[in-house]
């Protein structure tokens, strides 16, 4: 089996990185490609992929393709490479709203995976959503989950909708986790803590946080009742958050991000 990865951006090196660590892969089996010339110098400079710099060189000789290129750059990428596909490549792609239809006709094969990928990837700890065409064998499933999962997790789901659906909840989640440690870093600051301080400050709780709830079984209702009680200080901020719905807006921002990867999938 070898693998090409299009695209060496922040979610295609991540994910040739991980493959690269893996046991199923090694240097000759993993290619990669990419259309900058800067991003050529220091993915050669890295040595752990078989780095290409001519389209054509590369993919006539994969037997699965990562697509992670931005959505807006497909048209013209499949154009270039429907001349040189087969009926017997598999395309994983990672992104956003290009439908798995789309991709079909784009390169004028059948057997598609699309992936709904996230940021944590990076540190080994992601989660991506998958599922395939009809076209995709249970064998070859399994081989494209192995990949996934060099990088984290991964989650089968049934149909095309919960793609666009871990796009609101895991794909841009880590974005509220990351507006929400703002939030709690400004409030540290205005405290009178220093930038340090507050950074370790925030940084621990929600480690130890999320440490606590993978360990037990416990929902995050019954871990909050443990850490307010009565009248205390814990109660008086879970007072103010739901004085100002603030549970509602959350959810709220997670649709909103679902009804734009749906609107991207129709846009497509």
Known sequence: MKVLVIGAGNMGLTYAEGMASSTFLNRRKLMVYDVSPDKIVLLKDMGIFDVHEKLEDALPEAD????????FHSEELFERMKPMMNEEQIAVSLMAGVTINRIQEGLGIKKVV??????????????????????????????????LDTTGESIHVKNQN???????????GPAYVFYFMNSMLEAA????????????????????AVELFN??????????DR?????????????????????????????????????LGEES
Request: charged share 25%; hydrophobic share 40%.
């Open 189 to 208: 600051l205005k405290m009178g803590f220093s930038e340090h301080d507050s950074r370790v400050l925030v940084s621990q709780t929600f480690e130890g």
């Open 162 to 172: 919960y793609i666009d659906a871990s796009t609101g909840i895991s794909g841009s």
């Open 114 to 147: 699309r992936a709904m990928p996230n940021l944590p990837a990076q540190v080994g700890k992601g989660v991506t959503s998958y599922t395939e065409s009809k076209e995709v064998s249970r064998v070859e499933l399994l081989m494209v989950r192995n990949l």
């Open 227 to 263: 850490v307010a009680s009565k009248g205390g200080t814990t109660r008086a901020a879970l007072d103010s958050m739901d004085d100002n719905n603030v549970k509602e807006l959350i959810k709220e921002a997670a649709y909103a991000a679902f009804d734009r990867a749906v609107e």
């Open 64 to 71: 699965v393709i990562f697509l992670a290129v931005k959505p």
């Open 215 to 224: 360990q037990n079984d416990l929902s995050p209702t019954l871990w909050m």
